[in-house]
Nanobody, 125 residues
Framework: QVQLVESGGGLVQTGNSLTLSCEAS????????LGWFRQAPGKEREFVGH????????YYAESIRGRFTVSKDNVKNAVYLRMNSLTPEDTAVYYC??????????????????WGKGTLVTVSS
């Protein structure tokens, strides 16, 4: 059974940084990409960024490019989201996801094979 478990969310002040973690288990993720979505209150879930399990190529949404970084640790079976220069607009539940597709396909959240339950990030002004 595949499990994606997020951690690291919390309350931070504007301008600060935060790193989220996603521990993946239950299958080999060779050929998959793992990454992140977020859903702010009253808004649809939106793509943030993802990374290829093999090779480590990354792909980001334009809205966060340059501030957020996705990385991975194949030994720990974990994916991370480093978020810098946070603003209240980044307040959302952040979800880890896994899928065999790549790139712009990730803008369609309905395509994802696996989801975590999410971790809440709140950025205070």
């Amino acid at each position: 059974q595949v499990q994606l478990v997020e951690s690291g969310g919390g309350l931070v002040q504007t301008g600060n940084s935060l790193t989220l973690s996603c521990e993946a288990s239950g299958r080999t993720f060779s050929g998959y990409s793992l990454g992140w979505f977020r859903q702010a209150p009253g808004k649809e879930r939106e793509f943030v960024g993802h990374i290829a399990w093999n090779g480590g190529m990354t792909y980001y949404a334009e809205s966060i490019r340059g501030r957020f970084t996705v990385s991975k640790d194949n030994v720990k079976n974990a994916v991370y989201l480093r978020m810098n220069s946070l603003t209240p607009e980044d307040t959302a539940v952040y979800y880890c996801a896994a899928d065999q597709s790549w790139g712009s396909s990730w803008y369609d959240s309905s395509r994802m094979d696996y989801w975590g339950k999410g971790t809440l990030v709140t950025v205070s002004s």
